[in-house]
């Protein structure tokens, strides 16, 4: 057997969907950085919705894990097209797990806390009942039920919240643009989360993926969010603390002040015991992420800015 034919048997490297967007990028460049092969696709190198061009891109680049990070993630704009959204959200993943299971690859799919009622006050353990209460969480549930039901030893499903980072919009960077902008900000104090630095969940995929191949992981649902909660009104102060500004620049409002098409989860905390059975260490408190994460960030809106 020469060469490229051998390669071509054996599964290896990672390949990352979605490659072009915010935790795309972070993922990649924690792969680069731990010397690992990968195989970057954005939403123009692979179309999601198209089945055969999904199966022919792992047989092309047969990787052993595949990361998909590709999603409709305009979540007031899918109530209106749900059907569009649930061809990114749903079927994009469903053709990535029967492509997976025909080339003996490991799926981590990327989900959301949307997938809730968001009503609960305690965190939502991974096994939680789900009840999504708008079409991007019905989307992203598709999704979700795709991957556990065609990979059951293989299919990896990763919630995460609240996730911000350098490399597209997000609110860390909403926030920063804004105290440029107001003296004063109203912002929602009723809803609950946990902030999520996408170069730390990149890190936590990457040691889920060394731990499915290792089998130390089970296949199945892991939450991956930042430790600790906030409302989005602390988690504001907090930015404004690390600008250097006054916090108290921002003032509580409710969710009622800001009426949405998509309706918002009050309560957006999720439990890490999954992780912590895996032997992999959940993501660390969200305030010790932003406080790391804040001079990068505060840096690229500063040079766009200055554009």
């Known amino acids: 057997m020469n060469p490229i034919q051998e390669q071509a048997s054996a599964p290896a490297g990672w390949l990352v969907t979605g490659a072009g967007g915010m935790l795309g990028q972070d993922v990649l460049t924690r ?18 919705t198209d089945p ?7 047989e092309r680049h047969r990787p052993a894990v595949v ?38 690859a490991v799926l981590l799919h990327v989900s959301t806390d949307y ?19 708008s079409a991007y ?16 030893d293989r299919g990896y499903v990763v919630r995460t919240a609240w996730l911000y980072g350098t490399g597209g919009p997000n609110f860390v960077r909403t926030m920063l643009r804004l105290a440029d902008q107001r003296e004063t900000l109203d912002v929602v104090d009723d809803q609950r989360g946990q902030p999520t630095w996408s170069a730390d969940l990149a890190g936590l995929l990457l040691a889920l993926g060394r731990g499915a191949l290792a089998g130390t992981a089970p296949a199945g649902v892991y939450h991956g969010t930042g430790s600790g ?7 504001t102060r907090e930015i404004f603390r690390l600008l250097g ?8 409002t409710t969710s009622e002040a800001f009426v949405r098409p998509a309706p918002r989860p009050a309560y957006s905390v999720l439990g890490h015991d999954r992780f912590a059975e895996a032997g992999i260490e959940p993501l660390r408190d969200w305030r010790a992420a932003l406080t790391e994460a804040f001079p990068e960030i505060l840096r690229v809106h500063e040079k766009e800015n200055s554009a």
């Open 137 to 152: 969480g019905r989307t992203k549930l598709a999704g979700e039920q795709a991957v556990l039901k065609t990979l059951p």
């Open 115 to 133: 997938v809730f009622a968001g009503d609960a006050t305690t965190p939502y353990a991974e096994d939680a009942p789900t009840a999504p209460r």
């Open 245 to 252: 500004t006054d916090p108290d620049r921002v003032r509580p």
């Open 31 to 48: 792969l680069a950085a731990e010397g690992e092969q990968a195989f970057a696709l954005d939403r123009a190198a692979l179309d999601l």
């Open 52 to 58: 055969t061009a999904v199966q022919r891109a792992l």
């Open 67 to 104: 990361v998909n990070c590709a999603a409709w993630t305009a979540v007031d704009d899918a109530e209106t097209h749900e059907a569009e959204a649930h061809l990114i959200n749903g079927e994009g993943p469903a053709h990535l797990a029967t492509a997976c299971a025909r080339t003996g």
């Open 229 to 235: 909660e906030t409302t989005w009104y602390g988690f």
